[in-house]
């Protein structure tokens, strides 16, 4: 598998182009974002996105820019930017010291906040002079717990931009500030002043009220919203922080003939190293000696452990459950599946859904318009008469309200527990256009060979001539096929084998190019039995034709497409042996899954017509979707021409000779079995070999498009439906700060809901 390369943290001060991801600081909300990728645009040959969930930036750049040029443009806006050191680093979510500080400020405030809205809303808690204590507990939250709010819209005033930061700031001040003219030069600082809360603001005398309770509230649930969110935004990465800290951290490697235990990223290509029961493997390799059973359930979603042995791959991260394992090296670090997967994902959450582009223009321009419309409303209000209060109530509700923090979050939050899901279940969703197309697609085309099938030739049939013992004849043609390379011969002999148990040695071996192979075996009593196994026409030179039903069954075995293998001795033909690449025990769930979702299965395949029908039939598949005998290099046409005729394809593949067809394909959905190039032609990445996960896939895939179209439909409708109730003066200001915070947790949270997705078969 490979994937876009990162520049490293240490890039130097010249660079030949590339990509890199920058963690940006100060981000406030979605404009935030929205200035820091147009800022970056605008610089020549880079080409950036901006999340500001993952709180991240992808930026591609040519030759001629450097990281640290990256890194100043973003600083000149007032923000942060920092190379990661390294993609284990980089969580996507804020770290645990920030948090904490949060927490402990939204403690701190609410401790102050309570009482000053007790006071304001309970006349009967209203004592002589009671608005001096307000004041007194209020000043602290409008300053220091306010301050990010009032920092960040310094920042952005200094740099002739506006933010959501910018309309909580004015309205917190805006409040406060009233508070401050209607105590000292008003009447609102008098003995014995009263004031009744109330849910719709009232038409008063403007200078006899205080609104302390509405900035020390309004920086109440902004805060608390702001901790919720950023708690919800950690928990949606920590998949992905899940995945990245999945595998060992030390290792024993094999150096002269005794184990030295290292660090983990100390390990290169070449390595022996020693994986005991219940150890994790260190790092992607081939098994040099030892047989056991691995659970690769954490990187594929198999339930159950493979049985491994000598020559066998195995991926980092899986668990050795079963015996003493050598593993020799192949692939270390950043290569690693593990680390790959990591990417992916990565790249996925860091990208953007087309919806999302939407919600993204709507936000570089939204705090302006709230400005100018607050402004519009204070106008309006005065000019129709209205007193001070009124007006100033209605704008500081509009400024508040209106903070398009829940548009910013709609999309990343949802793309981060999606994808973070998908990597728990073993499916790799590349980038969120794929979601897109997933809910297009409506016919899937198959691969027969190593998706639908296992890819590898077995033992289907064993017919036998009247009178012949089955233990006898697996013993004697397993033991000739295993002295042979060939697939089939060797399908024989792993039969046999596991059948009747140790295969005895072979005099004589003779491969017969084209026809079979013949040899000396010796039976059970020792006696040695001449023994021919391959074509019919073998066994007839020798005089050893097969009786007429064995005839018959072998036949009717090629005409399904297997392959039929004779088997003789002593001058008689004793058996036939089918062989056949064997269908998975799941496809046939799999296509019936598929079906469900709406999409008509279609199987593609270079194999006889035959053998692909009785394919087709197994699974349940009709024959007229079957398209067979179809060279590598047609398989682009065959998904073209179905394009053509109206069809949104999806495909599935797992070798060297889908790579174009899934890359020509609406769709493309690589097995994570096969082969590298397929499965970076692809959009979704099946890590197991279970076809059933395709049908996964495109549930978890729809279902995370359908909540991000949620997410962004109540974001809109929120604003839509609150700014006109603000502006006309029937909503309280702090009741508007509870709301804006409560929009924002609950598309967190409506997003967070994908981390109960189940795969059908769970």
Not at 456 to 469: F, I, K, N, S, T
Request: net charge negative.
């Amino acid at each position: 598998m490979t994937t876009s390369t990162s520049t490293p943290a240490a890039a130097g001060p010249t660079s030949g182009g590339g990509t890199v991801e920058l963690s940006i600081g100060g981000m406030t909300c979605a404009s935030c974002a929205a200035r820091i990728e147009k800022k970056l645009n605008r610089m020549d040959g880079v080409t950036a996105t901006v999340n500001y969930a993952t709180e991240k930036a992808k930026v591609t750049y040519v030759d001629g820019v450097t990281p640290q040029e990256l890194v100043a443009t973003v600083e000149t806006a007032g923000y942060t930017a920092v190379l990661p050191p390294s993609p284990s680093e980089a969580q996507g979510s804020p770290q645990p010291d920030a948090l904490t500080a949060l927490r402990h400020r939204v403690l701190a405030t609410l401790l102050l906040t309570l009482p000053v809205v007790a006071l304001a809303m309970l006349p009967a808690l209203q004592f002589d002079y009671w608005q001096w204590l307000s004041l007194t507990l209020a000043a602290p939250v409008v300053t220091w717990a306010a301050w990010p709010f009032h920092k960040a819209a310094w920042t952005n005033l200094r740099h002739g931009a506006a933010t959501m930061d910018t309309l909580i700031c004015l309205g917190v001040l805006a409040a406060f500030g009233w508070s401050l003219y209607a105590l000292f030069l008003g009447g609102a600082g008098e003995r014995g002043m009263t004031m009744p809360f109330t849910l719709v603001p009232s038409r008063g005398t403007g200078t006899g009220e205080i609104y302390l309770e509405v900035a020390a509230g309004v920086t109440l649930f902004i805060l608390t919203g702001r901790y919720l969110e950023a708690r919800a935004k950690r928990r949606s990465g920590a998949a992905l922080h899940a995945l990245l800290s999945m595998g060992a951290k030390d290792v024993a490697v094999l150096r002269d003939g005794s184990e030295t235990r290292l660090p983990v990223e100390q390990l290169v290509v070449g390595d022996e190293f020693v994986v005991r029961p219940g150890e994790k493997v260190a790092t992607d390799g081939v098994i040099v000696s030892g047989s056991s059973a691995v659970d690769a359930s954490m990187l594929t979603g198999e339930p159950v452990p493979v049985e491994v042995r000598p020559g066998d791959p195995v991926l980092g991260a899986t668990i050795n459950a079963g015996g003493r394992l050598v593993v020799r090296a192949s692939r270390v670090g950043a290569d690693t599946q593990l680390a790959q997967m990591a990417r992916l994902v990565e790249d996925a959450q860091n990208g953007k859904a087309a919806v999302q582009r939407l919600a993204d223009r709507v936000s570089a321009v939204f705090v302006p318009v709230v400005i100018a419309l607050a402004a519009a409303t204070l106008g309006f209000w005065l000019g129709n008469g209205a007193t001070g209060e009124v007006a100033f109530t209605a704008a500081v509700s509009v400024l508040i309200i209106a903070c398009p923090c829940a548009l910013g979050l709609a999309t990343p939050t949802a793309l981060m527990v999606g994808t973070g899901r998908g990597a728990q279940l073993g499916i790799l969703i590349k980038g969120p256009e794929v979601l897109e197309s997933t809910r297009r697609v409506n016919t899937v085309v198959l691969d027969k060979t190593g998706t639908v099938t296992t890819g590898r030739m077995a033992l289907v049939g064993v017919h036998l001539a009247a009178g012949e013992d089955r233990a006898q004849v697996l013993r004697l043609a397993g033991a000739l096929e295993h002295a042979s390379e060939h697939p089939i011969a060797a399908a024989i002999a792993a039969a046999a084998a596991a059948e009747v148990g140790v295969l005895p040695d072979v005099d004589g071996f003779t491969n017969l190019e084209g026809l079979g192979v013949q040899g000396v075996v010796p039976d059970v009593d020792g006696s040695p039995r001449a023994v021919l196994v391959g074509r019919t026409r073998l066994l007839e030179e020798w005089a050893q034709a097969l009786p007429a039903d064995l005839e018959a069954r072998r036949a009717a075995a090629e005409a399904d497409g297997k392959t039929a293998v004779a088997v003789g001795w002593d001058g008689v033909g004793r058996a036939v042996l089918v062989v056949a690449d064997t269908v998975k025990p799941t496809s046939a769930q799999a296509i019936a899954q598929l079906r469900e979702l709406g999409l008509r299965p279609v199987l593609l395949t270079g194999d006889n017509e035959a053998a692909a029908r009785a394919v087709a039939r197994e699974v349940g598949i009709s024959d007229a979707d079957v398209i067979a005998e179809v060279l590598p290099a047609d398989k682009v046409d065959v998904v073209k021409r179905l394009q053509a005729e109206g069809a949104v394809v999806a495909m599935v593949g797992d070798g060297v000779n889908d790579a174009a067809a899934l890359a020509q394909a609406d769709l493309g959905l690589s097995m994570g079995t096969g082969t590298d190039v397929a499965i970076e032609a692809s959009d979704l990445t099946l890590a197991g070999g279970d076809l059933r996960a395709a049908a996964d896939a495109i549930r978890l895939s729809r279902r995370t498009l359908a909540t991000i179209k949620g997410n962004l439909f109540w974001a809109f409708a929120y604003n839509v439906a609150a700014l006109p109730l603000a502006a006309a003066g029937l909503m309280n200001p702090m009741l508007a700060g509870a709301a804006m915070a409560v929009s924002s947790v609950f598309v967190v949270s409506s997003s967070l809901r994908l981390r109960r997705f189940q795969p059908l078969n769970g």
